[in-house]
T-cell receptor
Framework: GAVVSQHPSWVICKSGTSVKIECRSL??????MFWYRQFPKKSLMLMAT?????????EQGVEKDKFLINHASLTLSTLTVTSAHPEDSSFYIC????????????FGPGTRLTVL | QKEVEQNSGPLSVPEGAIASLNCTYS??????FFWYRQYSGKSPELIMS????GDKEDGRFTAQLNKASQYVSLLIRDSQPSDSATYLC??????????FGPGTRLSVLP
């Protein structure tokens, strides 16, 4: 399966600051990546679909101006949480589709964000 | 609205037993079906995918798909304590995003 990395694996920041999370597809070119958020003991919630070279598609209720997504290359998508607040503290996970002819999603290891 | 449902559990089975996890979905047009395992504090990892009606076996895992009943299941034979995790069912339709179920928490008791 596809290998996906995320950086950083965890981050602690002060309220009001911005945090950037990187998602890299290491072994194939991903035209589409997905960003999820997961609160403790809750299920995965899709935030947005990141498309290389075009604007991301956000799910209903997700603020596009707060969660900035950039997918500038076929191997890298970034999620920036702007003006973070304690309620943004969560586990952020990206995934990529497995390539041409398959819609299997492979997940990165996740980034745990804590906003003080 | 497309929905995927799973019993939240916890499902408790003794070590060595068969664990049976179930999933139903609402979209009859769904084409692809996946089971992921998620350990606490970790991201989901793919266990199996299945696309055709019937059974698909991989080691101790067997996925079963019945499109007419809109039902997909995962059987884990010879359950081990290391199988204790949350199991996520995901349903897809090529070209569209997955819909994930809420997950079933499995506890394998030594």
């Amino acid at each position: 399966g596809a290998v996906v990395s995320q950086h950083p694996s965890w981050v602690i920041c002060k309220s009001g600051t911005s945090v950037k999370i990187e998602c890299r597809s290491l072994d194939f070119q991903a035209t589409t990546m997905f960003w999820y958020r997961q609160f403790p003991k809750k299920s995965l919630m899709l935030m947005a679909t990141s498309n290389e070279g075009s604007k991301a598609t956000y799910e209903q209720g997700v603020e596009k101006d707060k969660f900035l997504i950039n997918h500038a290359s076929l191997t890298l998508s970034t999620l920036t949480v702007t003006s973070a607040h304690p309620e943004d503290s969560s586990f952020y996970i990206c995934s990529t589709s497995g390539g041409v002819g398959t819609d299997t999603q492979y997940f990165g290891p996740g980034t745990r964000l804590t906003v003080l | 609205q497309k929905e995927v449902e799973q019993n939240s559990g916890p499902l408790s089975v003794p070590e060595g037993a068969i664990a049976s996890l179930n999933c139903t979905y609402s979209d009859r047009g769904s084409q692809s079906f996946f089971w992921y395992r998620q350990y606490s504090g970790k991201s989901p990892e793919l266990i199996m995918s299945i696309y055709s009606n019937g059974d698909k076996e991989d080691g101790r895992f067997t996925a079963q798909l019945n499109k007419a009943s809109q039902y997909v299941s995962l059987l884990i034979r010879d359950s081990q304590p290391s199988d204790s995790a949350t199991y996520l069912c995901a349903v897809g339709n090529y070209g569209q995003n997955f819909v994930f179920g809420p997950g079933t928490r499995l506890s394998v008791l030594p």
